[in-house]
């Protein structure tokens, strides 16, 4: 398996614009997990879904953040309208089961200007 | 509130020193504790794992790891440090009661000095 597939690596973009984050898990893997990563914040979690239904989304900062999982290959995370301090490593992370270890993506860099 | 603590920001070590990176956790009952090490600019990558069993843990590139119950530790250990494991280092927490949200702590940045 090619692992947690995330697209962009990297996302550059203007403040107010909107930003969609695509996400790939392990085939089989039935928990998925978004997280952001700060310097000031560490890794926070933002949302997990178990079998496509999100189950917490405590973690999700505000309501410009959203995030779908339509079937069990794909989840995005959207942020509309994006802002400055957005700007952060969005990580996604699947695991076979919720109390597994979970296999992390390479990333996407979001930078908001 | 489940919680787990790194106590050290930033580890330097010249080649060949041994290391120890703390680990504290703050559950009550089961748990299963993880170290993950980020390369740079690379994403997180589990070290090791533990569930139950062996409290001794070893995982990958000679690093091993202790849960310790009394002292609520899970401290990573590796005897000859290489300048390739300059990394940062996250311990992750999560009870085994039916919990899904894996707690990272703050991690703990190691410098290898070749």
């Known amino acids: 398996d090619a692992g947690v597939i995330q697209s962009p690596r990297h996302e550059v973009t203007e403040m107010g614009q909107e930003v969609t984050l695509r996400c790939k898990p392990i085939s089989g893997h039935n928990s998925l997990f978004w997280y952001r990563q700060t310097m000031m914040r560490g890794l926070e979690l933002l949302i997990y879904?178990?079998?496509?239904?999100?189950?917490?989304d405590s973690g999700m900062p505000e309501d410009r953040f959203s995030a779908k999982m339509p079937n069990a290959s794909f989840s995005t995370l959207k942020i509309q309208p994006s802002e400055p301090r957005d700007s952060a490593v969005y990580f996604c992370?699947?695991?076979?089961?919720?109390?597994?270890?979970?296999?992390f993506g390479q990333g996407t860099r979001l930078t908001v200007v | 509130a489940q919680s787990v603590s790194q106590h050290n920001h930033h580890v330097i070590l010249s080649e060949a020193a041994s290391l120890e990176l703390g680990c504290n956790y703050s559950?009550?009952?089961?748990?299963?504790l993880f170290w993950y090490v980020q390369y740079p600019g690379q994403h997180l990558q589990l070290l090791l794992k533990y569930f139950s069993g062996d409290p001794l843990v070893k995982g990958i590139k000679g690093f091993e790891a202790e849960f310790i119950k009394s002292k609520f530790s899970f401290n990573l250990r590796k005897p000859s440090v290489q300048w390739s494991d300059t990394a940062e280092y996250f311990c992750a927490g999560l009870s085994g009661a039916g919990s899904y949200q894996l707690t990272f702590g703050k991690g703990t940045k190691l410098s290898v000095i070749p």
């Open positions: 992370a699947s695991s076979l089961d919720r109390e597994d270890e979970a296999f």
């Open positions: 879904f178990n079998n496509n239904v999100p189950i917490d």
């Open positions: 559950y009550g009952g089961t748990v299963n």
